[in-house]
């Protein structure tokens, strides 16, 4: 029984305060449906007052990167030991990592080791371009970045990890995957993890989908076999969206 997981990807939006105000009024609104997991991924400056407007709220914190090093010369990185405390997942594999600072397969794979180094869990997110999907090498691609990015990762730490199929071409823009299209997709991928790990590793992963995810289409995609919950950009940022979309899981999936 997998327990769906509905992360709220802030990306560049909300200061500090702007985030603490937020969740304050978001948290009560969620509050009954405990059949969800429930996080919410604010800018790491944001983090202490999140984390410390949710103390006693059952709403999680991630964070939406985490250097590969552990220490030392990194001008302008964050590791995972300065988020531990703070955030218990963390997003990684970004599309937007991925293009804009340039994050490859080997970076994230080393990423993912370092946030299970220190008891965070990965949101690892992959995604195909609009040229991949429609030569139709939708799960060729995704499986190799999956298999990448999974390298040497075990069995027990596979339990901590949350995946997010997120096709480029559906973030932020509107243009929404076909919801039977993104079970084909995430069910691929849970094929995937049977193939490296088990049948049984595979049957307990949970998959999110991401891009263009809204209150109008999430009953859809949580009604998909294989989709676990979402990974939200643009409607995690209001409080009433948010709170359809947890509404629209816990309808048609909640425990
Ligand atoms: P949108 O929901 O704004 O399309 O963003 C999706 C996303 O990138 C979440 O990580």
Same mark, same amino acid.
């Given at each position: 029984?997998?327990?769906?997981? @509905? ?44 984390? $410390? ?12 990167? !985490?250097?590969?090093?552990?220490? %030392? ?5 964050? &590791? /995972?030991?300065?988020?531990? %405390?703070?955030?218990?997942? !963390? #997003? ?10 340039? $994050? ?23 995604? +195909?371009?609009?040229? !991949? *999907?429609?030569? =139709? ?6 499986? =190799?970045?999956?298999?990448? =990015?999974?390298? %040497? ?7 901590? #990890? ?7 071409? /559906? ?16 069910? %691929? @991928?849970? =094929?995937? @993890?049977?193939?490296?790990? &088990? ?12 891009? &263009?995810?809204?209150?109008? *289409? ?13 990974? !939200? ?17 816990? +309808?048609?999936?909640? /425990?």
């Amino acid at each position: 029984m997998r327990v769906p997981i @509905i992360a709220g990807n802030w990306k560049m939006n909300k200061t500090a305060a702007e985030a603490a105000a937020f969740v304050r009024e978001l948290a009560p609104k969620l509050a009954p449906f405990t059949g969800i997991e429930r996080v919410v991924c604010p800018p790491f400056i944001a983090l202490p007052t999140t984390a $410390e407007a949710l103390a006693h709220s059952e709403i999680k914190v991630g964070a939406q990167n !985490v250097s590969e090093h552990e220490k %030392g010369a990194y001008t302008s990185q964050i &590791s /995972a030991a300065m988020l531990e %405390g703070l955030a218990e997942y !963390v #997003i990684i594999g970004h599309s937007e990592c991925r293009e804009y600072l340039g $994050e490859t397969d080997d970076v994230i794979n080393r990423k993912i080791k370092a946030a299970l180094a220190h008891g965070l869990k990965p949101i690892f997110a992959m995604g +195909e371009n609009l040229t !991949v *999907n429609e030569a =139709g090498e939708t799960l060729a691609f995704v499986g =190799g970045q999956v298999r990448a =990015g999974l390298e %040497g990762i075990t069995a027990e730490q596979m339990q901590s #990890i949350v995946l997010a199929y997120e096709p480029i071409w /559906a973030i932020g823009t509107g243009k929404s995957a076909n919801a039977q299209f993104a079970n084909e997709i995430t069910g %691929g @991928i849970r =094929g995937v @993890i049977e193939s490296l790990y &088990s049948a049984t590793i595979a049957d307990d992963i949970r998959i999110q989908y991401g891009g &263009s995810v809204k209150p109008a *289409n999430m009953a859809e995609y949580m009604s998909q076999e294989h989709i676990d919950g979402a990974l !939200v950009g643009g409607a995690s940022l209001i409080v009433d969206d948010f709170v359809s979309l947890v509404q629209a899981a816990q +309808e048609t999936k909640g /425990a």
